[in-house]
C-alpha cells in the first residue's frame, strides 16, 4: 500500500507479535479447551445473546482470528470455518492448539482488508474484537460483503464507542471521563503501538449500508456482576463495564437474490 495504511498494517502486526508472546499464547490454551462459544472480555455466552442462529453445515470465515479459539468452537458446532489474521505468530499458536485440541480447519494469513478468497462462497462472516478495531472500515466491510452469498450474515464484535472515547493513553484502563471527542475516536494511534478504528454508531450504519449491508442489530454488552477483570486486556475494568456497556456486537445481513 502506498497511502500510509502499510505502514499502520506494519506496527498492528509487530504489535501482535509481542502480545502473542506476552500474553495470548498462554491464553489460547484455556480458550481452546471451552465448549460453548461466548463473546468478548467478559465471556457473555452466545446462549444468553442468540446473534450466530445456527451454524451447522454454514461456510465461515472468521476475520482477524487471533489464535483462531473462536473458530474452533464454531467448527465443533458444525460450520466449515476458514480462520484469516495477518499474525503469523498468532497462526503458528493457532496450528499448535490444532494439533493438540482440534479441530483442524483452513489458516490463512492475510490482511482483512486485501483477502486471498474467492467471492460469494460464504454464510457468516465473524469478528470477535478483530477487523473491527485493527482494520479499516472502509476497507474490511466491502470485502466482508464480497465474500458472503446473498442472505449472508456478518457478525462481529468491538470495543464499544464509549470505552475508547474514555480510555488514557497512560494506562489504558477507561475511566469515567471523555477523554477525547466522538470524531477523534474514528482512528486512533496509540503511544505503545498500534492503530485502532472506533467508529461511532452513526459511522458504523452509514459504512455498513455503504458496503450493502442491512443493519439487523447492535447489542451493548456488559460485564455480568460476578465477572472478573480480564486476566490482561486491561480496556475496561470489570466495575466500569457493569455500568456502561464495554463492547458493542453488530449483526448485519446481504439482501436476498431476487
Given at each position: 500500500?502506498?497511502?500510509?495504511?502499510?505502514?499502520?498494517?506494519?506496527?498492528?502486526?509487530?504489535?501482535?507479535?509481542?502480545?502473542?508472546?506476552?500474553?495470548?499464547?498462554?491464553?489460547?490454551?484455556?480458550?481452546?479447551?471451552?465448549?460453548?462459544?461466548?463473546?468478548?472480555?467478559?465471556?457473555?455466552?452466545?446462549?444468553?445473546?442468540?446473534?450466530?442462529?445456527e451454524?451447522?453445515g454454514?461456510?465461515?470465515?472468521?476475520?482477524a482470528?487471533?489464535?483462531?479459539?473462536?473458530?474452533?468452537?464454531?467448527?465443533?458446532?458444525?460450520?466449515?470455518?476458514?480462520?484469516?489474521?495477518?499474525?503469523?505468530?498468532?497462526?503458528?499458536?493457532?496450528?499448535?492448539?490444532?494439533?493438540?485440541?482440534?479441530?483442524?480447519?483452513p489458516?490463512?494469513?492475510?490482511?482483512?482488508?486485501?483477502?486471498?478468497?474467492?467471492?460469494?462462497c460464504?454464510?457468516?462472516?465473524?469478528?470477535?474484537?478483530?477487523?473491527?478495531?485493527?482494520?479499516?472500515?472502509?476497507?474490511?466491510?466491502?470485502?466482508?460483503?464480497?465474500?458472503?452469498?446473498?442472505?449472508?450474515?456478518?457478525?462481529?464484535?468491538?470495543?464499544?464507542?464509549?470505552?475508547?472515547?474514555?480510555?488514557?493513553?497512560?494506562?489504558?484502563?477507561?475511566?469515567?471521563?471523555?477523554?477525547?471527542?466522538?470524531?477523534?475516536?474514528?482512528?486512533?494511534?496509540?503511544?505503545?503501538?498500534?492503530?485502532?478504528?472506533?467508529?461511532?454508531?452513526?459511522?458504523?450504519?452509514?459504512?455498513?449500508?455503504?458496503?450493502?449491508?442491512?443493519?439487523?442489530?447492535?447489542?451493548?454488552?456488559?460485564?455480568?456482576?460476578?465477572?472478573?477483570?480480564?486476566?490482561?486486556y486491561?480496556?475496561?475494568?470489570?466495575?466500569?463495564?457493569?455500568?456502561?456497556?464495554?463492547?458493542?456486537?453488530?449483526?448485519?445481513?446481504?439482501?436476498?437474490?431476487?
Open positions: 500500500m502506498t497511502d500510509g495504511r502499510g505502514a499502520e498494517l506494519a506496527l498492528n502486526q509487530a504489535l501482535w507479535a509481542v502480545m502473542n508472546e506476552r500474553f495470548t499464547d498462554a491464553a489460547a490454551d484455556d480458550m481452546w479447551a471451552r465448549d460453548e462459544v461466548a463473546w468478548g472480555l467478559f465471556a457473555v455466552p452466545e446462549r444468553v445473546l442468540g446473534v450466530l442462529g451454524v451447522d454454514l461456510d465461515v470465515v472468521e476475520l482470528c487471533g489464535t483462531a479459539y473462536f473458530s474452533a468452537w464454531l467448527a465443533r458446532a458444525g460450520a466449515r470455518t476458514v480462520a484469516v489474521d495477518l499474525s503469523h505468530e498468532q497462526l503458528v499458536t493457532a496450528q499448535r492448539l490444532q494439533r493438540r485440541v482440534g479441530p483442524s480447519f489458516l490463512v494469513q492475510a490482511d482483512a482488508e486485501q483477502l486471498p478468497l474467492t467471492g460469494g460464504y454464510d457468516l462472516v465473524v469478528s470477535e474484537h478483530g477487523a473491527a478495531a485493527w482494520c479499516d472500515p472502509e476497507r474490511w466491510l466491502p470485502e466482508a460483503a464480497r465474500l458472503l452469498r446473498p442472505a449472508g450474515r456478518l457478525v462481529f464484535l468491538t470495543n464499544s464507542h464509549l470505552s475508547a472515547m474514555c480510555v488514557p493513553a497512560e494506562d489504558g484502563v477507561a475511566g469515567e471521563q471523555l477523554l477525547r471527542g466522538q470524531r477523534e475516536a474514528y482512528e486512533l494511534a496509540w503511544p505503545g503501538g498500534g492503530v485502532e478504528f472506533h467508529p461511532s454508531h452513526g459511522d458504523w450504519v452509514r459504512l455498513l449500508r455503504a458496503a450493502g449491508f442491512v443493519v439487523e442489530a447492535m447489542h451493548e454488552i456488559y460485564a455480568p456482576p460476578d465477572a472478573d477483570d480480564h486476566a490482561f486491561e480496556i475496561v475494568s470489570q466495575r466500569w463495564a457493569t455500568r456502561w456497556p464495554a463492547e458493542e456486537l453488530w449483526v448485519a445481513s446481504l439482501p436476498r437474490a431476487d
